[in-house]
């Protein structure tokens, strides 16, 4: 198997078939770049799993009040 670049976020978010799994496994052993791309790939997903993302409505609130915050200082 050619670097399975393609596969690799889907290896770490185990959505692979079998079949692909077992590909990508196989090529891991032997490929140290793709090993390091996996270690990055957690990493990342581990970060944007922690991530507190306010909600829509907080987002919309904080738009309002900066808008108004800046038409008052133009005033």
């Known amino acids: 198997m050619s670097h399975p670049t393609l596969l690799l976020p ?3 978010n185990g959505t692979l078939s079998a079949d692909e799994q077992a590909a990508v496994v196989t090529h891991i052993a032997d490929c140290a770049t793709c090993r390091d ?14 991530e507190s993302v306010p909600a829509p409505g907080d987002l ?3 738009k ?10 133009l005033k």
Do not use: D, F, M, P
């Open 37 to 50: 791309e996996i270690e990055l790939l957690t990493v990342i997903q581990r970060s944007v799993a922690t």
């Open 10 to 12: 889907w290896y770490v």
């Open 60 to 62: 919309i609130k904080q």
């Open 64 to 73: 309002i009040l900066g808008e108004l915050r800046t038409t008052h200082q």
